[in-house]
Nanobody, 124 residues
Framework: QVQLVESGGGSVQSGDSLRLSCAAS????????MGWFRQAPGKEREFVAA????????YYADTVRGRFAISRDNAKNTVYLKMNSLKPENTAVYYC?????????????????WGQGTQVTVSS
């Protein structure tokens, strides 16, 4: 059974940093690209970042490019999201997900398995 467990969320001040982790089990982790999405209250779940299975390629939403960095450790079955210079508008529940097939990295529909999410709250 595939299981994705996020951690590392919390409440921080504007300008602070956080690193989210997503530990995967029940799947051949190295065989799949992984992504991070977020959902703010009253809004749709949106793409944040993704990393290819071999870590060669990374993808970012325009709103986070240059401030966030996605990485993965295939030996630890874990994907990370380092978030720098956080802003109040980054407040959301952050989810990791496993990508399936050849669809767009940016499309929520390309991801099948999802974690339960971790809350990130940024105050000004």
């Amino acid at each position: 059974q595939v299981q994705l467990v996020e951690s590392g969320g919390g409440s921080v001040q504007s300008g602070d940093s956080l690193r989210l982790s997503c530990a995967a089990s029940g799947l051949p982790f190295v065989a799949y690209a992984m992504g991070w999405f977020r959902q703010a209250p009253g809004k749709e779940r949106e793409f944040v970042a993704a990393v290819s299975r071999n870590t060669v390629s990374t993808y970012y939403a325009d709103t986070v490019r240059g401030r966030f960095a996605i990485s993965r450790d295939n030996a630890k079955n874990t994907v990370y999201l380092k978030m720098n210079s956080l802003k109040p508008e980054n407040t959301a529940v952050y989810y990791c997900a496993r990508k399936e097939g050849s669809g767009s990295y940016y499309n929520r529909g390309s991801y099948r398995y999802w974690g339960q999410g971790t809350q990130v709250t940024v105050s000004s």
